[in-house]
């Protein structure tokens, strides 16, 4: 699962001010939580937690998040990531790079990207990594 989603789902103070697309992936994300189906990787555990000037408010979703077992990246992982971005620039495609970390992650681990961010459908061209859809959508 890409920030977006998670950031959505977690750090959204108003649910009343979601868009349709993004009511339906917090619906999805909460099934797949029921089903156990969810998982993050440190990077966007990383991107969630950053910006929460209250410590409260940071030690709360701290916590919420660590009943997620990080999706585990090694030296490969951080290789295929550089390699990505070079074949996605090289096509014309720019991107930042914790989302080729995003992607290199996906792919060694085999899992979609659960995203509301519409750049993952460019780099999926040419990444090969699948995106998920949800099943209301």
């Known amino acids: 699962m890409d920030t977006s989603v ?3 789902a977690l750090r959204r103070r108003s649910k ?4 349709p697309a993004e009511r339906n992936a917090v619906r999805e994300l909460s099934t797949l939580i029921d089903e156990a189906r969810a998982s993050m990787a440190g990077c966007i555990r ?4 950053s910006g929460i000037g209250v ?5 709360r979703l701290r916590e919420t998040l660590q009943a ?3 999706l585990g990246a090694g030296m490969s992982t951080y290789e295929c990531a550089a ?5 996605c620039r090289a096509s014309g495609i720019q991107g930042s790079q914790i989302d080729f970390l995003i992607c290199a992650i996906a792919r060694e681990h085999r899992v979609p ?3 509301l961010d519409q750049d993952f459908t460019r780099y ?3 990444c090969r990594v699948e995106l998920y859809r949800p099943r209301d959508a």
């Open 6 to 8: 998670w950031s959505t």
């Open 16 to 19: 009343a001010a979601l868009n």
């Open 46 to 49: 990383q991107e969630v937690l």
């Open 55 to 59: 410590e409260s408010q940071f030690q």
């Open 68 to 70: 997620f077992d990080d």
């Open 83 to 87: 390699e990505l971005f070079n074949q």
């Open 113 to 115: 990207i659960f995203t």
């Open 124 to 126: 999926a061209e040419v």
